[in-house]
């Protein structure tokens, strides 16, 4: 059994990674780092130098920090010998992610950069259905409440927080998985709250080597039900994962309506990964990100308060 502590004890690490650590019997978990919360029943620790040093048996370390911060975490945990799970974004830069992959493989240990919405459980069905299909046009709608998924948290406004592409990251992380064609940014629009340094609203087009168009539209201020959609147009009918990919239906018929599986879905891949000795690091869906910073025109909105 491989023996794992979490970094970050925030509402993701108990929501998501908590029960899927639970239920999964390659780990056992002996340990958190964190600043403000404790677990009952395993080692607590106000950082994660402090926990390397008391734990030097660890196994593995799963890193649910703030990205400002887990470059360097990352690279202390790989020092000690550590394989290294990344929550999504990977870290605040591309440079950095690929900096972790180069030690990763020096010391001999597995880095998974994660993207837990690919574990949703129509994705897959997708990306084998479209695999063999004309895509026609993608529409992209992402839209979801900022107070209800990042309570009070600061840093999702500051550099490197990515703002409203902290839940956009997940449908780029959906589609670069389902597309048979990569695809790339063509124009941007971000905006960004008087009072904040990273974007509320997105709106993005792509298109592909077939000029296919491909429009994303993601917004941090929706209220009541949450929108997290992806229709697929194509010659042969219309594909649509809905719910954040638990949901796939074509042509109007509902084919899947799963269950929520993406965390078990990524420890059962961590372990995989350190199984055969091996890292899986997929930067696609954060360079679109990066692209959107590059290319993007900046639109001043109203102060954002939460």
């Given at each position: 059994?491989?023996?794992?502590?979490?970094?970050?004890?925030?509402k993701i690490?108990?929501?998501?990674?908590?029960?899927?650590l639970?239920?999964?019997?390659?780990?056992?978990?002996?340990?958190?780092?964190?600043?403000?919360?404790?677990?009952?029943?395993?080692?607590?620790?106000?950082?994660?130098?402090?926990?390397?040093?008391?734990?030097?048996?660890?196994?593995?370390?799963?890193?649910?920090?703030?990205?400002?911060?887990?470059?360097?975490?990352?690279?202390?945990?790989?020092?000690?010998?550590?394989h290294?799970?990344?929550?999504?974004?990977?870290?605040?830069?591309l440079?950095?992610?690929?900096?972790?992959?180069?030690?990763?493989?020096?010391?001999?240990?597995?880095l998974?950069?994660?993207?837990?919405?690919?574990?949703?459980?129509?994705?897959?069905?997708?990306?084998?259905?479209?695999?063999?299909?004309?895509?026609?046009?993608?529409?992209?709608?992402w839209?979801?409440?900022?107070?209800?998924w990042?309570?009070?948290?600061?840093?999702?406004?500051?550099?490197?927080?990515?703002?409203?592409?902290?839940?956009?990251?997940?449908?780029?992380?959906?589609?670069?998985?389902?597309?048979?064609?990569?695809?790339?940014l063509?124009?941007?629009?971000?905006?960004?709250?008087?009072?904040?340094?990273?974007?509320?609203?997105?709106t993005?087009?792509?298109?592909?080597?077939?000029d296919?168009?491909?429009h994303?539209?993601?917004?941090?201020?929706?209220?009541?039900?949450?929108?997290?959609?992806?229709?697929?147009?194509?010659?042969?009918?219309?594909?649509?994962?809905?719910?954040?990919?638990?949901?796939?239906?074509?042509?109007?018929?509902?084919?899947?309506?799963?269950?929520?599986?993406?965390?078990?879905?990524l420890?059962?891949?961590?372990?995989?990964?350190?199984?055969?000795?091996?890292?899986?690091?997929?930067?696609?869906?954060?360079?679109?990100?990066?692209?959107?910073?590059?290319?993007?025109?900046?639109q001043?909105?109203?102060?954002f308060?939460?």
């Amino acid at each position: 059994m491989t023996t794992i502590a979490i970094a970050g004890f925030g509402k993701i690490a108990r929501d998501q990674h908590l029960p899927a650590l639970r239920d999964n019997r390659d780990f056992e978990l002996t340990a958190i780092a964190s600043r403000n919360a404790t677990l009952e029943g395993v080692d607590n620790h106000q950082d994660l130098d402090t926990l390397l040093s008391a734990v030097p048996a660890l196994d593995a370390v799963a890193l649910c920090t703030p990205p400002q911060v887990r470059y360097a975490q990352a690279v202390a945990a790989i020092e000690a010998g550590k394989h290294v799970l990344l929550e999504k974004p990977p870290g605040v830069s591309l440079s950095e992610v690929e900096d972790l992959v180069r030690r990763a493989e020096q010391q001999g240990v597995t880095l998974y950069a994660t993207w837990h919405a690919r574990e949703a459980a129509g994705v897959e069905k997708a990306r084998e259905w479209l695999s063999t299909r004309r895509v026609t046009g993608v529409d992209i709608q992402w839209r979801e409440d900022v107070r209800q998924w990042h309570p009070g948290q600061q840093w999702v406004w500051e550099p490197g927080g990515l703002g409203v592409f902290d839940p956009g990251i997940n449908a780029l992380s959906i589609v670069t998985r389902i597309l048979p064609e990569a695809f790339f940014l063509r124009e941007a629009t971000l905006e960004v709250p008087e009072n904040c340094q990273s974007p509320i609203g997105a709106t993005l087009e792509f298109t592909d080597v077939h000029d296919t168009p491909i429009h994303a539209d993601f917004d941090w201020r929706q209220t009541g039900p949450q929108t997290w959609q992806i229709t697929v147009d194509t010659e042969d009918g219309k594909l649509v994962l809905d719910s954040g990919g638990s949901q796939l239906s074509i042509n109007g018929e509902r084919i899947i309506d799963g269950e929520d599986i993406e965390y078990a879905g990524l420890y059962r891949r961590f372990a995989e990964l350190i199984r055969t000795g091996q890292s899986d690091v997929d930067v696609a869906p954060f360079r679109h990100v990066a692209d959107a910073f590059l290319l993007g025109r900046r639109q001043s909105v109203e102060a954002f308060i939460e």
